[in-house]
């Protein structure tokens, strides 16, 4: 991956002037595309730009989204890196975020607000790193391949050896809803940091 060549930006892509995301014109979903317009080139605009991935994109992809902006800011990546979260589950499209996992994560300073968004092949195409963080999104990933352009990979790669490959569902709960909870914030926390670490080497590609 160049940062600096990268032709797979889509020239109708848009920044979304009400968020920090990296926005697409929601005309095509995965799965429902027009050939032509798939066909269309895409032009580099020289950031690297992340896109974390989860079944409904209402807790654990914008926690992840939000977890990665916080480790960039004060460093020379700031600026470099765009993050964004999205759902790959098009029921949850617009659904607000989990409100749980909102109240839980602002506890420790990650503030999570608005509302899922269903992933579009813009966004697939535009993402140059695209982290997977449950069977669901990783299946997704693998059924559309042929629109990703970057690196895509589980953010189990970045857990110890013997871990479990992804991050648990907030909606499958134990007994101890907190207990349960802070599970998913610490494995979310423990992979963007390490995928952090690796970000100059995997921009330098």
């Not at 989990?98 to 602002?106: G, T």
């Not at 050896?161 to 926390?189: A, C, K, M, N, T």
Request: proline share 5%; glycine share 6%; aromatic share 12%.
């Amino acid at each position: 991956m160049n940062n600096t060549n990268k032709p797979w930006y889509r020239k109708k892509f848009t920044k979304d002037k009400n968020s920090n995301e990296f926005s697409s014109f929601r005309t095509n979903p995965p799965g429902n595309s027009n050939h032509n317009l798939d066909q269309e080139s895409y032009v580099s605009d020289d950031l690297t730009k992340i896109l974390f991935l989860s079944k409904r994109g209402m807790s654990r992809s914008p926690l992840a989204r939000e977890m990665m902006r916080s480790l960039l800011e004060g460093t020379q990546l700031f600026g470099r890196v765009r993050c964004a979260s999205r759902g790959v589950s098009q029921a949850y499209d617009q659904c607000p975020i989990d409100a749980r996992m909102s109240k839980f994560s602002s506890k420790l300073g990650y503030f999570l607000q608005g509302f899922s968004r269903f992933v579009t092949i813009p966004d697939l195409a535009s993402a140059d790193i695209i982290v997977t963080l449950d069977h669901e999104s990783e299946e997704f990933v693998q059924a559309h391949q042929s629109y990703v352009r970057g690196i895509s990979q589980p953010i189990g790669i970045y857990f110890a050896q013997g871990s479990l490959p992804y991050v648990q569902d907030p909606y499958e709960r134990g007994e101890d809803v907190d207990d349960h909870y802070d599970e998913i914030v610490s494995s979310i926390e423990y992979g963007c940091s390490k995928l952090f670490a690796q970000l100059p080497s995997l921009i330098a590609l």
